[in-house]
């Protein structure tokens, strides 16, 4: 019998549900760092409640502003697009990589990876923190040096068969 069932069935049952999930996304503002030759955000009112009676925002971003995912099609002419990816591909067991040692800017490399590979495990969702993000207000040159995958930390990727990436 499923939770619904006992719902209707007994109207005093209740139902316990425990659901963990961290929000790592950035705020999206103009002054915001974007990959290069990508649009800087912009947010302007089209509509205000002292004229039309609502607030209303048009905004313009480029698809890889800010925190995104990075859809089989940005890469492979046929490949997926993100409407075609299922959902259950971004939720799951994650694994938090500390790899702040690179330098910001170099790439990350398998051999980087190699050190975890006991700890991670098949359809990890793996989250490589580069310490990036946290200096993208303090730090100009962060424009122009986003830390990225190497091929071998791509192929590391796919021979321990992670579910998802996520890099900040």
Known sequence: MNNLEKKRNNA?????????????????????????????PEFKPIATIEKQKVN??????GSHTGNHVDAQKHFIANGNSIDKEPL???????????????????????SDLENYSKVVKHKD??????????????????????????????????????KCVGIA
Do not use: C
């Open 12 to 40: 005093n049952a209740i139902t316990i549900s425990r659901t963990f999930y961290y929000d790592l996304t950035h705020l999206i503002t103009q002054e915001m760092p974007v990959y290069p030759g990508d649009p800087q």
């Open 56 to 61: 209303v925002t048009r905004i313009v971003i």
């Open 88 to 110: 259950d591909k971004f939720m799951g067991e994650a694994v938090t990589l500390d790899i702040s040692n690179i330098n910001i800017g170099d790439g990350i490399r398998g």
């Open 125 to 162: 969702i793996l989250l490589l923190y580069t310490g990036t993000s946290d200096k993208w207000t303090k730090d100009d040159s962060i424009r122009n040096n986003f830390t990225y995958l190497e091929p071998s930390a791509a192929d590391w990727i796919v021979d321990h068969k992670i």
